[in-house]
């Protein structure tokens, strides 16, 4: 199974997309991306130094626009891109290139929502002197230990040994001054204390925004970096793109997931290398390709051709709608949440009436999207009652 995930913030470098002008169509794309985000990507992916590119307003949009651009050119038709890939995810601003391969926001969407959680991000970072600091080594529950003790946050849990933590920069100084044993501290060049309680002012500014944007539901597993869970809704995963602003990025449960899936392949999306670095730790035996180049397109598409898969969410709806057999009464029996997983034939309720009882089941079962109805509501024929998502049993080949 192979799994393609998008980098985030750091992971860019002067002039990383200088060899992927030379791409048909690529720097075409990039001009009108710009134009949407009003950030010229070409510039700054080409030209602009260092310092310039680290700057989080210029950062985020740089590194989500480059995402796409490639994107488009491993797969030149999207919908192939649906039947081979058997996972997406994205670290931190990587999210929002991930939304985008899995047909949840629109290229333009994103580069709009990145570029306000660019600047947001940016403002908020300038109210406090705050900063991150890299932990690498040590005992994973040692280390959030010592960093609650002084008022920080472990913003990255990033598994093989890699923890991020966040907060003020005397904070910083002190876990620095009296490190846990078998540690070394490695202070990060960005602006601010992103994924922790400091950045709170840029999710009130996004939530507002996220009113007005449209999604789909994800047309390939999606995996979320608060709880690496895989996500079925299109508007929870834009939820969790406005709150994954202030709170950590669990890294280690996305390969985790991963490795549940049974992954054979991951391959990162430019500006790459930083998270196949933390899969050759965490997943041994797991191929990697890290795209840094337009010369790595053959040996990408090689790895689609080998690890790719038909994906069933590509033949399949996404999700499945139990409705109301008649008009009366909704009596709910099941105590079930979203993200609940119902067995086949699960009854779910019944609708009552004068004359009796029809029960509600999910005959093909499903995960649970979301209740449309309460219990005691009046309903009439046909009425939605409840959204499911659809489960592959790949061991039988069918899908339920």
Not at 171 to 182: K, N, W
Not at 198 to 209: I, K, S
Not at 243 to 267: F, K, Y
Not at 299 to 315: C, E, K, P, R, Y
């Amino acid at each position: 199974m192979l799994v393609v995930v998008a980098p985030g913030q750091g992971a860019q470098s002067p002039g990383f997309l200088t060899p992927w002008l030379d791409v048909p169509g690529v720097r075409d794309r990039l001009e009108w991306l710009s134009v949407v985000s009003g950030i010229d990507l070409v510039e700054h992916g080409t030209t602009s130094d260092a310092d310039t590119i680290k700057d989080t307003a210029v950062a985020q949009p740089l590194i989500v626009g480059a995402g796409l651009v490639s994107l488009l050119s491993l797969f030149p038709h999207p919908s192939t891109a649906y039947s081979a890939i058997g996972a997406g995810a994205g670290h931190s601003v990587g999210e929002i290139t991930a939304a985008v391969g899995a047909g949840v926001l629109t290229a333009e969407q994103a580069m709009v929502f990145v570029r306000e959680r660019g600047s947001a991000m940016a403002d908020a970072a300038a109210r406090t002197a705050t900063g991150m600091s890299a932990v690498l080594g040590g005992d994973a529950e040692v280390v959030v230990t010592a960093c609650d003790a002084v008022g920080l946050t472990a913003a990255n849990i990033n598994g093989a040994g890699q923890i991020v933590v966040a907060g003020t920069q005397t904070q910083l100084v002190a876990f620095a001054d009296e490190p846990p044993e078998g540690c070394r501290v490695r202070p990060l060049e960005v602006a601010g204390a992103f994924h922790t309680e400091h950045m709170a002012p840029a999710v009130g500014h996004l939530d507002t925004l996220s009113n007005a944007i449209t999604t789909h539901d994800p047309r390939i597993r999606l995996l979320s970096n608060a709880d690496g869970r895989v996500v079925h809704d299109g508007r929870d995963v834009l939820r969790r793109l406005v709150h994954q602003v202030s709170n950590p990025v669990r890294w280690d449960l996305c390969m985790e997931t991963m490795a549940d899936l049974g992954v054979t392949a991951i391959l990162e999306i430019p500006p790459a290398g930083t998270l196949t670095g933390l899969a050759k730790r965490a997943l041994p035996g797991v191929e990697t390709l890290a795209v840094k180049t337009p010369d790595d397109l053959d040996a990408a598409w090689a790895m689609i051709q080998a690890h790719g898969t038909v994906s069933d969410l590509d033949s399949n709806p996404t999700w499945r709608m139990l409705v109301a057999p008649g008009k009366g009464t909704f009596q709910r029996t099941l105590d079930a949440v979203a993200g609940d997983e119902l067995p086949q034939s699960t009854i779910i309720g019944s609708v009552d009436t004068l004359r009796g009882s029809t029960p509600v089941h999910a005959p093909h079962g499903g995960v649970l999207v979301e209740w449309l109805v309460e219990d005691g509501d009046p309903v009439s024929p046909g009425q939605p009652l409840v959204r499911l998502h659809p489960i592959s049993d790949h061991s039988e080949g069918v899908f339920a």
